[in-house]
């Protein structure tokens, strides 16, 4: 998956040369985190709430309300903001990028084209969605984990399994992260489920493979087995 296709396209920025109380404004009425810095078109920089906070924590204390506004009316963005950022382009994987973000722990990035124009921006929280989207939450359903034998057709198994009880699969993925070696995580969402049907199907995939766990979204119970 590919951060243009993930990513925020209307972009909120602010000019190198605008004040920091004009940054502060925009936070506060987008409610986001973080800024991309124009200049002349071009990005130039990114200003975060923790620079903000950062450039007027050291005067906080020893001024009076009004002083403090003052001081953040006075103040350019380019002063405190952060140069030469770190970008991705839009063809990076989903993937690489929140690997860059836990790497360089920072909340976002701005996503720029093949000419270093801004085009977007992706965040934590945009990776949140995709994280979402690729379990097939919106679907709720029953999800079932399982620690499978690392060799081919074994999650085929577990499949055929549940499409003869007529289940739907909405997602499948696996990690050989915390598995032993040999083996792998597998983690299978399936909805369409006849609850009356449930035990005999979890009695056969437990026949074929060791269950980790199983929650049942729209009952909201859930048993965790190792």
């Given at each position: 998956?590919?951060?243009?296709?993930?990513?925020?396209?209307?972009?909120?920025?602010?000019?190198?040369?605008?004040?920091?109380?004009?940054?502060?404004?925009?936070?506060?009425?987008?409610?986001?985190?973080?800024?991309?810095?124009?200049?002349?078109?071009?990005?130039?920089?990114?200003?975060?709430?923790?620079d903000l906070?950062?450039?007027?924590?050291?005067?906080?204390?020893?001024?009076?309300?009004?002083?403090?506004?003052?001081?953040?009316?006075?103040?350019?963005?380019?002063?405190?903001?952060?140069?030469?950022?770190?970008?991705?382009?839009?063809?990076?994987?989903?993937?690489?990028?929140?690997?860059?973000?836990?790497?360089?722990?920072?909340?976002?990035?701005?996503?720029?084209?093949?000419?270093?124009?801004?085009?977007?921006?992706?965040?934590?929280?945009?990776?949140?969605?995709?994280?979402?989207?690729?379990?097939?939450?919106?679907?709720?359903?029953?999800?079932?984990?399982?620690?499978?034998?690392?060799?081919?057709?074994?999650?085929?198994?577990?499949?055929?399994?549940?499409?003869?009880?007529?289940?739907?699969?909405?997602?499948?993925?696996?990690?050989?992260?915390?598995?032993?070696?040999?083996?792998?995580?597998?983690?299978?969402?399936?909805?369409?489920?006849?609850?009356?049907?449930?035990?005999?199907?979890?009695?056969?995939?437990?026949?074929?493979a060791?269950?980790?766990?199983?929650?049942?979204?729209?009952?909201?119970?859930?048993?965790?087995?190792?």
């Amino acid at each position: 998956m590919l951060v243009k296709n993930w990513m925020t396209r209307d972009v909120i920025t602010v000019d190198a040369e605008d004040s920091m109380l004009n940054a502060v404004n925009i936070m506060k009425e987008h409610k986001i985190r973080m800024l991309p810095v124009m200049f002349k078109g071009r990005p130039v920089g990114v200003v975060s709430d923790t620079d903000l906070k950062r450039a007027s924590a050291s005067d906080a204390t020893s001024l009076d309300v009004h002083e403090l506004i003052y001081l953040v009316s006075r103040i350019k963005v380019k002063e405190i903001m952060t140069k030469d950022p770190i970008f991705v382009v839009q063809d990076y994987t989903i993937e690489e990028t929140a690997a860059l973000l836990r790497d360089k722990k920072i909340s976002g990035v701005p996503v720029v084209d093949e000419k270093g124009g801004l085009v977007g921006i992706i965040t934590r929280d945009d990776l949140f969605k995709v994280l979402t989207s690729l379990t097939g939450l919106s679907k709720r359903g029953i999800q079932f984990a399982f620690r499978i034998a690392d060799r081919s057709g074994s999650i085929k198994e577990l499949t055929d399994i549940v499409r003869n009880y007529n289940g739907r699969i909405a997602a499948i993925l696996s990690s050989y992260e915390r598995a032993p070696e040999g083996f792998r995580n597998v983690y299978i969402r399936v909805y369409d489920i006849d609850r009356e049907k449930l035990a005999p199907l979890q009695a056969e995939l437990k026949a074929k493979a060791a269950m980790l766990y199983m929650v049942d979204y729209r009952e909201n119970t859930r048993v965790v087995y190792e």
